[in-house]
Nanobody, 127 residues
Framework: QVHLAEAGGGMVQAGGSLRLSCTDT????????MGWFRQSPGADRDREFV??????????VYGDSLEGRVTISGDHAKNTVYLQMNSLKPEDTAIYYC??????????????????WGQGTQVTVSS
């Protein structure tokens, strides 16, 4: 069973950096694709794709939300992915969710592709 545990959120001033981590503590082979999404404050906000990484294909893919200010990396032996975010802006304030999938059928950026989700970690960027 996949179980995703996130860490590294917090409060940072604009221009600062944060590194989030997500570990599949279930240690199964199911989490072949791992991604990050974020949900900004507001009742009508959807989860927005940030980045994804695949173990078998060795790929990384990024969304437009952090505009080149983010790097995803991972340690497959530890079943852990990292999200390094730099030059943070107040509009990056959101809950950041880790997600995992065994297979991606259409598009890494679609949240419905991911079967397992972490609880989310709050990132707050102050101006």
């Amino acid at each position: 069973q996949v179980h995703l545990a996130e860490a590294g959120g917090g409060m940072v001033q604009a221009g600062g950096s944060l590194r989030l981590s997500c570990t599949d503590t279930g240690r199964t082979d199911s989490s072949q694709h791992m991604g990050w999404f974020r949900q900004s404050p507001g009742a009508d906000r959807d989860r927005e794709f940030v980045a994804a990484i695949g173990w078998s294909g060795g790929y990384t893919v990024y969304g437009d939300s952090l505009e080149g200010r983010v790097t995803i990396s991972g340690d497959h032996a530890k079943n852990t992915v990292y999200l390094q975010m730099n030059s943070l802006k107040p509009e990056d304030t959101a809950i950041y969710y880790c997600a995992a999938a065994k297979y991606i059928y259409r598009d890494y950026k679609i949240k419905e592709e991911y079967e397992w989700w972490g609880q989310g970690t709050q990132v707050t960027v102050s101006s």
